[in-house]
T-cell receptor
Framework: GNSVTQMEGPVTLSEEAFLTINCTYT??????LFWYVQYPGEGLQLLLK?????DKGSNKGFEATYRKETTSFHLEKGSVQVSDSAVYFC???????????FGSGTRLSIRP | DAGITQSPRHKVTETGTPVTLRCHQT?????MYWYRQDPGHGLRLIHY???????DKGEVSDGYSVSRSKTEDFLLTLESATSSQTSVYFC????????????FGSGTQLSVL
């Protein structure tokens, strides 16, 4: 079946450091891929998405590129801020079933 | 805001009692979802709906049922709550042709003692 695997957390970085959170997926067909973010005490929010191979999603300084050859969708940011502290979820949608499958989440903490 | 409300926000109940969680949307979206969030498991899909009276099971549907008699309401019922169902429950509505862009409610913290 379809699945998403994320790197284990927590990830702790200093402010202005470079961020990478790894995500790989298993899916039949051509899923759309997403990154969602969950700030403390809140529900998830869509951060960015990509719908086909080689697409790059971007938002708020975050980027992720849909790599079909490596079945990956790694999240990157060049310079993180304390306000980026949150839990990040990689996800895919099985277009044949219209349901979104989430990874287990990666907690990110940024030190001032 | 996406116009999605969950109730109650917090609930404590005893093992064996029935519990119903409500999700209400004002956006008239076709797709609605119930997820549970647990440490180490991320978000797991319980049930989802793609229209009035059209529902389907997710990956962890055992012990749960849902109903969607109106577009705006999606109810999740635990027929006989167990301690393993202690969790944070999130409702989401899906925007887009396949419901692919999700907007989440604020969650319901359920404790089963």
């Amino acid at each position: 079946g379809n699945s998403v695997t994320q790197m284990e957390g927590p990830v702790t970085l200093s402010e202005e450091a470079f961020l990478t959170i790894n995500c790989t997926y298993t899916a039949t067909g051509y899923p759309s891929l997403f990154w969602y973010v969950q700030y403390p005490g809140e529900g998830l929010q869509l951060l960015l998405k990509a719908t086909k191979a080689d697409d790059k999603g971007s938002n708020k300084g975050f980027e992720a590129t849909y790599r079909k050859e490596t079945t990956s969708f790694h999240l990157e940011k060049g310079s993180v801020q304390v306000s980026d502290s949150a839990v990040y979820f990689c996800a895919l949608i099985d277009s044949s079933a219209s349901k979104i499958i989430f990874g287990s989440g990666t907690r990110l903490s940024i030190r001032p | 805001d996406a116009g999605i409300t969950q109730s109650p926000r917090h609930k404590v109940t005893e093992t064996g009692t029935p519990v119903t969680l409500r999700c209400h949307q004002t956006e008239n979206h076709r797709y609605m979802y119930w997820y549970r969030q647990d440490p180490g498991h991320g978000l797991r899909l319980i049930h989802y709906s793609y229209g009035v009276k059209d529902t389907d099971k997710g990956e962890v549907s055992d012990g749960y049922s849902v109903s969607r008699s109106k577009t705006e309401d999606f109810l999740l019922t635990l027929e006989s709550a167990t301690s393993s169902q202690t969790s944070v429950y999130f409702c989401a509505i899906g925007e887009g042709a396949a419901g692919e862009k999700l907007f989440f409610g604020s969650g319901t913290q359920l404790s089963v003692l």
